[in-house]
């Protein structure tokens, strides 16, 4: 459910512009950003990666507040198009922002999208829109009522979305906690490649630790070096051609995999 038919898995990031229903919505420009999200995927597959993950940014978000019918609606009409536009094995999954794992898990549900991320599975963080708190039990309950456990859920435990606070906890610890409440994989980053590796080394080292992926600040410079380590990996801007949100760029794919085409 969470793996591509390679030793690893390249997901590219489909970012979409803000959607209906949000402030920076720009009426009258859901067909295009449908589009866009359609020729990326497209690109992603073609350019050789397994999969892609549709993800909202919407600029700013209500903390602690469910999103309204309108982006919902958006969003799952674009991953619907996309899952109509791309075949397996291709992977498609939806992050819906921010911390809306209950959402994203029934839009996957409805939509038959293979997999769901999570940034914020467990504890808590200061994020501009204000605290954010995980919602385990209820991303669990909402799981089981929708009969989803095929559905993955990858979780950010040290990436630019979350870390745990004033890193009282080791990435091996939260990432005990996250397979506890249900994440197939765990995701970390760095802007720093060193300390990402130090980062995928230490997990790696434990046994109970499962798939762990390179959520971010990956390029085809330091990609081989990375994935060395890491099972997976969640790559955008380094694919977008008008830089981050931007739609992507299917030589910029193929430059990608042709850089760690030795560990596939």
């Known amino acids: 459910m969470m793996t591509g038919p390679s030793r690893k898995t390249v997901i ?128 669990a309950a909402q799981r089981q009522r929708l009969g989803a456990g095929e559905i993955g859920i990858v979780a950010d435990i040290h990436t630019m979305h979350f870390k745990w606070p004033d890193d009282s906890k080791s990435v091996k610890e939260v990432a005990s906690m996250a397979h506890c409440a249900g994440a197939d994989v765990v995701a970390v980053c760095d802007a720093d490649t060193q300390r990402a590796v130090v980062l995928l080394r230490a997990l790696k080292d434990s046994a109970t630790t499962g798939p762990v992926w390179i959520a971010g600040q990956s390029h085809a410079q330091n990609a081989a070096e990375l994935l060395t380590w890491a099972d997976g990996v969640l790559v955008g801007k380094c694919l977008e051609k008008d830089g981050w949100g931007g739609p992507i760029d299917q030589k910029r794919v193929a430059e990608y995999m042709g850089a760690i085409r030795h560990l596939l």
């Open 12 to 139: 590219g990031m489909v970012h979409l512009q803000p959607l209906p229903g949000t402030p920076y919505y720009e009426h009258g420009s859901l067909s295009r950003i449908i589009d866009v999200a359609i020729n990326s995927a497209l690109s992603l597959q073609t350019g050789g990666a397994h999969g892609c993950l549709i993800q909202t940014v919407d600029r700013v978000y209500q903390a602690a507040t469910p999103s309204g019918p309108a982006r919902i609606a958006a969003i799952t009409t674009v991953v619907n198009a996309v899952m109509a536009a791309t075949s397996r094995p291709f992977l498609v999954g939806c992050h819906l922002m921010r911390n809306q794992l209950s959402e994203s898990l029934a839009i996957a549900a409805v939509t038959g999208a293979h997999f769901v991320r999570a940034e914020l599975m467990v504890g808590s963080v200061m994020t501009s829109a204000g605290l954010l708190t995980s919602q385990p039990y209820e991303a």
